[in-house]
């Protein structure tokens, strides 16, 4: 079956330090992969998408590759603000389908 | 444009109550669902409908019904409430196929004593 894979948290942080969350997946066919953010009190919404191998998406400052060699689409993003405290999730859809797999969800906390 | 809307949010239950859980979005989207979130489980999906008349199961369905009568709404149904069920709500509707990205309500959370 699919599934995805997210490291585990939570994860605190200072403001302007690196961040990287890691995920990996499973699946069947060619999948396409998304980060979600969810802020305190709110809905997830869309941050990033790649949809074929080392196509790179990018968005907020926020960046993720699709590696299909190590199967994974890990989140990076370089200087982190305040701003940036909430819950991520990884997500993936296959072969044009409706549907998407939710990773676990790491929750970041970046200090002033 | 409202996007998705969730009413109500916030539910207390007793065990055993029955209750729906409202969702209209005003996108013409075709597609749309329910997920319930649990801590250290992420999303899971409970139903989903492809458009107006159409509904099926996702992961975890047991417990709740669905029906999609206009393209617009999609409520879901808690037919004998269990603390099991207790959980964040979140309705999501696209555009057709997931690579378009969905749209999110910003939940019901539902509490079962």
């Known amino acids: 079956g699919n599934s995805v894979t997210q490291m585990e948290g939570p994860v605190t942080l200072s403001e302007e330090a690196f961040l990287t969350i890691n995920c990996t997946y499973t699946a069947t066919g060619y999948p396409s992969l998304f980060w979600y953010v969810q802020y305190p009190g709110e809905g997830l919404q869309l941050l990033l998408k790649?949809?074929?191998?080392?196509d790179k998406g990018s968005n907020k400052g926020f960046e993720a590759t699709y590696r299909k060699e190590t199967t994974s689409f890990h989140l990076e993003k370089g200087s982190v603000q305040v701003s940036d405290s909430a819950v991520y999730f990884c997500a993936l859809s296959v072969s044009n389908d409706y549907k998407l797999s939710f990773g676990a969800g790491t929750t970041v906390t970046v200090r002033a | 444009n409202a996007g998705v809307t969730q009413t109500p949010k916030f539910q207390v239950l007793k065990t055993g109550q029955s209750m729906t859980l409202q969702c209209a979005q005003d996108?013409?989207?075709?597609?749309m669902s329910w997920y319930r979130q649990d801590p250290g489980m992420g999303l899971r999906l409970i139903h989903y409908s492809v458009g107006a008349g159409i509904t099926d199961q996702g992961e975890v369905p047991n417990g709740y019904n669905v029906s999609r009568s206009t393209t617009e709404d999609f409520p879901l149904r808690l037919l004998s409430a269990a603390p099991s069920q207790t959980s964040v709500y979140f309705c999501?509707?696209?555009?057709?196929?997931?690579?378009?990205?969905?749209?999110f309500g910003s939940g019901t959370r539902l509490t079962v004593v």
């Open positions: 790649a949809t074929k191998a080392d």
């Open positions: 999501a509707s696209s555009m057709g196929r997931a690579i378009n990205g969905y749209t």
């Open positions: 996108m013409n989207h075709e597609y």
